[in-house]
């Protein structure tokens, strides 16, 4: 012992000081853009808005007036109405549909890469299946047989973003099940449930939580790629997909009919990337190690 | 020192020829083979040997972390290797594992109150004062300031103070056994003694009888009242920790403790090191594993596999041509 006999400053030390990183200023512009097109959707009935389906034939593809601020489509109907009321489809299918793959798909992945064994190797198949499924027939079998509604448009992409998040979750809960600290917690004898939900569950959240928000962005161009093809939300409902379908037919005349929507979604998209990078960067306890 | 004597009649923990293989590409890797050793009540049992002979297999066989293929485990006088379930997970509590890696093996998003109280949670205290009570206490107990410490996280602290988190996690449920897989090999030379001195006060605080696994001969000289030397996957030599650095029986022991290097520029380097790699455990070598790098060997050290037969009253070495014979 006496080798090593050295009295350090062994008692009471103080931990490294905490630093915090500030958001930039493009996540609060992302941020505010979100909080605005989610207030006027939710607010769309109470806001003082011409309804989106009243048709007025006379004033076809009109520029922006006081009447219409954004003016009208080719049918007439008030194209700020129906990019708010379009908002409500898009951010409901965009933020339902991912849900539904982070629940169940992180929830699977999460025990594959657990337990392992057989059940890893049925789950993996299954989700290998599901990827390998074109999602184009799947969204048309659903909409031929069981009609079109925003219900089905969410199950439909809902279901085809389960492969996604199982992969995603699964991975991760391989690389942290074999960590020192799941094996500390056995050996206190946490119970299974515990280790999941106590140890693996705070660490893949974050991950997963990411990739949800890529999933948002990515749902609400798929909704809007279905609408497009008639797949989607049925006619009189505008939804983003369908009013840059529908502006198509007179780009030449009337460009703004499919920009407009088209700049809506896109800006939406980026704000929910940006908002999803910027969350996990600031949460993200050890950037480089995790 | 604990008096030897008296411990090996009723020994806390006794492993009996274990057993323990791992299926490797259709073969078996046999990590630990037919290995017997007690660890009386109270006293330190150093684990030295090699990358990968074995010695980090062991103490998770001995914990069930790893089953083992065959042979006993008793803790206490129940065989720990016959328990399964709910049984298994009571008899977890009075076993602890400190680990090489202490910031790895605290969980990255769980700040440090929540992680020393977790195993009392685990236990079923369910009384919120009390936790964070014996939280405090068992903090303070090991130089950290409760109210400082609480509500960071792992990665705000440095190893050592990581490692003394792990070991108040490991003692908060005050077991009687506490396996050290290399616990002070990831850190600083300088926070090494910080580690090892806290060890040897909590040691003698909560009673604790410690399986204290190194590769590094000098901490095990420092730590242990008793070494077992392994060498892939077999024990070569137990004995009490004087002999066994002043008399070594077994060649591998003292080429081992011919290798360590001598602070003294002026003292020329040792060339008598052991020849060559150790061979692969998919693989081992017939009769004596030591054999194909042992000075002393000869016919029947590939015929036969050696036994560990006590040398003194104390020490037993498993060799065919033991140092001692001289």
Redesign the interface.
């Given at each position: 012992m006496a080798v090593l006999e050295i009295e350090g400053d062994t008692a009471l030390v103080s931990p490294v000081r905490r630093r915090r990183s500030r958001p930039s200023g493009l996540f609060l512009v992302a941020l505010v853009w979100l909080a605005l097109i989610g207030l006027a959707a939710i607010l769309a009935d109470f806001l003082p808005l011409v309804s989106p389906t009243d048709m007025d034939f006379l004033g076809k593809r009109a520029p922006p007036s006081a009447e219409h601020l954004l003016g009208t489509d080719q049918l007439g109907r008030d194209m700020l109405s129906r990019l708010i009321y379009g908002a409500r489809i898009s951010l409901t299918v965009g933020l339902l549909a991912p849900a539904i793959g982070l629940v169940i798909g992180g929830a699977l992945g999460m025990l594959a890469g657990y337990f392992g064994g057989r059940f890893e190797v049925i789950t993996v198949g299954c989700v290998d299946v599901l990827l390998a499924f074109p999602p184009l027939v799947l969204a048309l079998a659903v909409t031929a047989y069981l009609g079109q509604s925003v219900l089905n448009l969410t199950l439909v992409i809902g279901v085809l973003s389960i492969p996604a998040f199982t992969r995603v979750a699964r991975a991760v809960t391989l690389s942290l099940s074999q960590r020192e600290f799941v094996v500390a917690a056995r050996t206190l004898g946490a119970t299974h449930t515990r280790i999941l939900m106590r140890e693996l569950l705070p660490n893949v959240a974050l991950p997963l939580l990411a990739f949800f928000l890529l999933g948002v962005a990515v749902t609400i161009v798929v909704e809007g790629a279905l609408s497009f093809l008639g797949l989607g939300v049925p006619p009189p409902a505008p939804s983003w997909g369908s009013m840059i379908g529908e502006g198509r037919e007179s780009l030449d005349i009337a460009p703004w009919l499919a920009f407009l929507p088209a700049a809506f979604m896109f800006a939406t998209v980026l704000a929910f990337n940006i908002v999803g990078d910027t969350l996990r960067a600031l949460t993200d306890p050890r950037p480089a190690t995790l | 020192m604990p008096d030897n004597a008296s411990n090996r009649a009723a020994p806390l923990l006794s492993v009996e020829q274990l057993t323990v293989e791992y299926p490797v590409s259709g073969r078996t890797l046999s990590a630990v083979n037919d290995v017997s050793l007690a660890v009386g009540r109270g006293e330190t049992l150093g684990l030295v040997g090699e990358s990968g002979c074995g010695k980090s297999t062991l103490g998770r066989a001995v914990?069930q972390?790893r089953r083992p293929t065959a042979g006993k485990v008793v803790f206490d006088g129940t065989d720990l290797t016959a328990l399964e379930g709910e049984a298994l997970?009571?008899?977890?509590?009075r076993?602890?594992?400190i680990?090489q890696?202490p910031i790895?093996?605290?969980?990255?998003?769980?700040c440090i109150g929540d992680i020393v109280a977790?195993?009392l949670i685990?236990?079923g205290i369910t009384d919120r004062a009390e936790r964070e009570r014996r939280v405090r206490e068992v903090l303070t107990a090991v130089?950290?300031?409760p109210d400082?410490?609480w509500r960071?996280?792992p990665?705000?602290?440095?190893g050592g103070?990581c490692q003394r988190v792990?070991i108040a996690?490991a003692l908060i449920?005050e077991p009687e056994l506490v396996v050290c897989d290399e616990p002070v090999s990831a850190l600083d030379v300088?926070?090494?003694?910080?580690i090892?001195?806290?060890l040897?006060e909590m040691k003698r605080r909560y009673g604790l009888t410690l399986l204290f696994i190194a590769h590094d001969l000098?901490?095990v000289k420092?730590?242990s009242d008793r070494i077992a030397v392994m060498y892939l996957g077999r024990l070569c030599e137990v004995g009490p920790t004087e002999q066994v650095f002043g008399r070594p029986a077994h060649p591998y022991t003292a080429l081992l403790l011919a290798a360590i290097p001598v602070p003294d520029p002026t003292v020329p380097p040792t060339t008598n090191v052991a020849a060559g790699e150790p061979p692969s455990p998919l693989d081992p070598p017939s009769g004596c594993r030591f054999r194909t790098r042992c000075p002393r060997a000869d016919g029947i050290c590939a015929k036969e596999v050696p036994d560990l037969r006590p040398t003194t009253s104390e020490q037993s070495v498993a060799c065919h041509h033991p140092l001692t014979d001289r």
């Open positions: - | 914990l972390l997970r009571l008899m977890r509590k076993l602890q594992l680990f890696d790895a093996s605290l969980n990255p998003r769980r977790e195993p685990i236990t130089g950290l300031d400082l410490v960071r996280l990665h705000e602290f440095s103070q792990c996690r449920l300088s926070i090494r003694a910080q090892l001195n806290l040897e000098a901490v420092a730590v």
